[in-house]
Antibody, heavy 122, light 107 residues
Framework: QVQLQESGPGLVKPSETLSLTCSVS??????????WSWVRQAPGKGLVWIGY???????NYNPSLESRISIASDPSKNQFSLKLSSVTAADTAVYYC??????????????WGQGALVTVSS | DIQLTQSPSFLSASVGDRVTITCRAS??????LAWCQQKPGKAPKLLIY???TLQSGVPSRFSGTGSGTEFTLTINSLQPEDFATYYC?????????FGQGTKLEIK
């Protein structure tokens, strides 16, 4: 069973960069069947897919955030990370890391971290 | 982006009831649809993928049907632990999108 754990600052100032790391256990960020993803949820709101990184290093980002996002991985630590620049209060949310598993027939997000609340405030 | 519209947004039901939640996609997504459950303060939990395949460990009272643009999640014989918010998610086209959620409350 893959387990994920987010870590990073819970408070970020406006205009600065939000940085979160997701530590993976029970699986590998080098696995070819997995896409390592980020999803966020603003307080009282729904879920928004942010993007993913694949073991090859390829990424796919939500166009609504693409200009400000960077997702990277560190296979030596079995971690992947999210950077979101120029944050505003609208970026205040719980950020989840998740594993998207794909087989030849379909894909699904079967493992999620517990979530990390990041508040943007001065 | 593909829009997913869930109905209803709120649902009140009793233990033992059978409930159905609908998810409609703004364009066809084959069977690339998943359902997840979220309880307050917790991460989403995958229930169903590929529209109708039950995730390992999920009780059989949960079932999903549909393809193309219309999908349903049915919960038979509601249990106290089923009261939560349910989301559909399409994994057919990037960016992946979620429905707005259906909050299932105890009557």
């Amino acid at each position: 069973q893959v387990q994920l754990q987010e870590s990073g600052p819970g408070l970020v100032k406006p205009s600065e960069t939000l940085s979160l790391t997701c530590s993976v256990s029970g699986g590998s960020v080098s696995n070819s069947s997995s896409y390592w993803s980020w999803v966020r949820q603003a307080p009282g709101k729904g879920l928004v897919w942010i993007g993913y990184i694949y073991y090859t290093g390829s990424t796919n980002y939500n166009p609504s955030l693409e200009s400000r996002i960077s997702i990277a991985s560190d296979p030596s630590k079995n971690q992947f990370s999210l950077k979101l620049s120029s944050v505003t209060a609208a970026d205040t949310a719980v950020y989840y890391c998740a594993r998207e598993f794909c087989n030849p027939l379909t894909c699904y997000m079967d493992s999620w971290g517990q979530g990390a609340l990041v508040t943007v405030s001065s | 982006d593909i829009q997913l519209t869930q109905s209803p947004s709120f649902l009140s039901a009793s233990v033992g009831d059978r409930v159905t939640i609908t998810c409609r996609a703004s364009q066809g997504i084959d069977s690339y649809l998943a359902w997840c459950q979220q309880k307050p303060g917790k991460a989403p939990k995958l229930l169903i993928y590929a529209a109708s395949t039950l995730q390992s460990g999920v009780p059989s009272r949960f079932s999903g049907t549909g393809s193309g643009t219309e999908f349903t999640l049915t919960i038979n014989s509601l249990q106290p632990e089923d009261f939560a918010t349910y989301y559909c998610q399409q994994l057919n086209t990037y960016p992946y999108t979620f429905g707005q959620g259906t909050k299932l409350e105890i009557k």
